[in-house]
């Protein structure tokens, strides 16, 4: 029973990371800013409300925590800054649908990361459910090529495999408390974009935005991430967060007229088929 009731707390977690994470392009459209700059705030905020978090749960013990988190933390904050990296990027160089799309080979290659790690099999069904998912990265992606969108296309595959590793360091290490590694791989993302940003020269309404792109869409996002990925599968997280693929295009398509292509609404519906397929299935089980 607590194995189960582990399990579920992991998967409503990953479930809301999700949600917060697809917010993403709807922030990149609506922020007037370069890219460096929203990187640099975006970085400092959602830091500072994962160090808040540790902080108030841990009290004087934080500091102890934060030392505890060893290679394997410091190894997933360095996947974690470069995967936001490339992920702001990608937003920039190509489409919001090409980029959360390509996002959903995630539990493909986790599955692969983790099995080539551990060498433990996934169960059949999220696996089933993870060609799924790839099957719909292929139609929306194929009739990008050659489009002028291979180099964001490229972003958000090279951002995919960082948090597919992320991932599978976070669950291998899953009695090691992981939120320190995810506050430091923000601020570390503001430290590595600062020579580039102009931080003072945003102010007013796109200060605002960038305040809660920094702590409702990365800090709660990657926070919710953090915590939901140690208590189930590396797997079975990356394709739970694969239902940001088709909630990201529809967020921008209702708050700024960027209609998705066909190919990507179609790709998106598959996406969210396998990721239900397999919430079903393991939950009757």
Known sequence: MDDRRTASAGTTL??????????????????????????????????????????????LRAPATA???????????????????????????????????INATAPFMTAGLAWAWSGLPERRSTLVASGAALLGVVVTVAPTLGGGRLLGDLLALLMTLLISAMMVLIRRHRHVCMLPAASL?????????????????????????????????????????TLGARRISATRAALIGAIETPLAPALVWFAVGEAPPLAACFGGTVVLAAVAGDLLVNRER
């Open 185 to 225: 791989s923000a601020f570390l993302c503001a430290l590595v974009v600062w020579p580039l940003a102009a931080p003072a020269s945003v102010a007013g309404e796109d200060f605002a935005l960038l305040a809660l792109f920094g702590t409702v869409q990365f800090g709660l996002g990657l926070l919710l991430l």
């Open 67 to 101: 030392r505890r988190i060893g290679w394997p933390g410091l190894a997933a904050a360095g996947c974690s800054t470069a995967a936001t990296i490339c992920f702001v990027n990608a937003l920039r160089e190509t489409t919001v649908a090409d980029v959360l799309v």
């Open 14 to 59: 990953v479930l809301l990371s999700a949600v917060a994470f697809s917010t993403a392009g709807l922030f990149t459209r609506l922020i007037d800013a370069d890219v460096w700059t929203m990187l640099f705030w975006r970085g400092l905020f959602g830091g500072a409300v994962i160090a808040a978090y540790v902080a108030g749960r841990d009290g």
